[in-house]
């Protein structure tokens, strides 16, 4: 079975300063994974997804996430934070048709 | 291109008062559709989905129903709403190809 854990419920940056917000997964095979930010009172965007092709992979507004296989992770992150980036982010996982999203991080923008 | 459309935006309804969420989706055919539930400061919950028309599957048990009656309709019904149901409700599909999902613009319900 698939699954996502998002390590940190919030997480507060200052602006400029670099983000990152973790996401394990557990799965027996290669997953389909996504990150998708709500920013409030909206739904939801879709940030990047990685479906077995570059580990590397780049998403809107300078989002960045990599798959990596032996540590399990795809961890969000972004150079320099700016404050339209404080929003509720969600690390998702596809498993059996299911859409199966983590708990979500809140990400906090200091001035 | 594929869509999908929910309605109403907001809702405040009563404790005890019936719900219907409808939930439409164009471009697309025999689409997987998805019920989600967001409480205030909790995560996305998957609450049911459907394979095609009259299936359901209901992943935890609770005051609310899903029905499927045409391919591209998916409602979720209460016959009693209760405070707890109170929260922000997305539809959302898989197409076939891996990797895409659409999302609606969701559903806010404040049950008082």
């Known amino acids: 079975a698939q699954s996502v854990t998002q390590l940190d419920s919030h997480v507060s940056v200052s602006e400029g300063t670099p983000v990152l917000l973790r996401c394990n997964y557990s799965?027996?095979?290669?997953?389909?994974l996504f990150w998708y930010v709500q920013h409030p009172n909206k739904g939801l965007q879709l940030l990047l997804k990685?479906?077995?092709?570059?580990?590397l992979v780049k998403g809107i507004n300078g989002f960045e996430a990599e798959f990596k296989k032996i540590e399990t992770s795809f961890h969000l992150t972004k150079p320099s934070a700016h404050m339209s980036d404080a929003a509720e982010y969600f690390c998702?996982?596809?498993?059996?048709?299911?859409?199966?999203f983590g708990k979500g991080t809140r990400l906090h923008i200091l001035p | 291109s594929q869509t999908i459309h929910q309605w109403p935006a907001t809702l405040v309804q009563p404790v005890g008062s019936p719900l219907s969420l409808e939930c439409t989706v164009e471009g697309t055919s025999n689409p997987n559709l998805y019920w989600y539930r967001q409480a205030a400061g909790r995560g996305l919950q998957l609450l049911f989905y459907s394979v095609g028309i009259g299936q359901i599957s209901s992943e935890v048990p609770q005051n609310l129903s899903a029905s499927r009656p045409q391919d591209r309709q998916f409602i979720l019904s209460s016959k009693k709403l209760l405070l707890s149901d109170s929260g922000f409700y997305l539809c959302?599909?898989?197409?076939?190809?891996?990797?895409?999902?659409?999302f609606g613009p969701g559903t806010r319900l404040t049950v008082l």
């Open positions: 990685y479906t077995s092709a570059a580990t």
């Open positions: 959302a599909w898989i197409s076939g190809r891996v990797g895409e999902q659409f």
């Open positions: 998702v996982v596809i498993r059996d048709d299911k859409i199966i």
């Open positions: 799965s027996s095979y290669s997953p389909s």
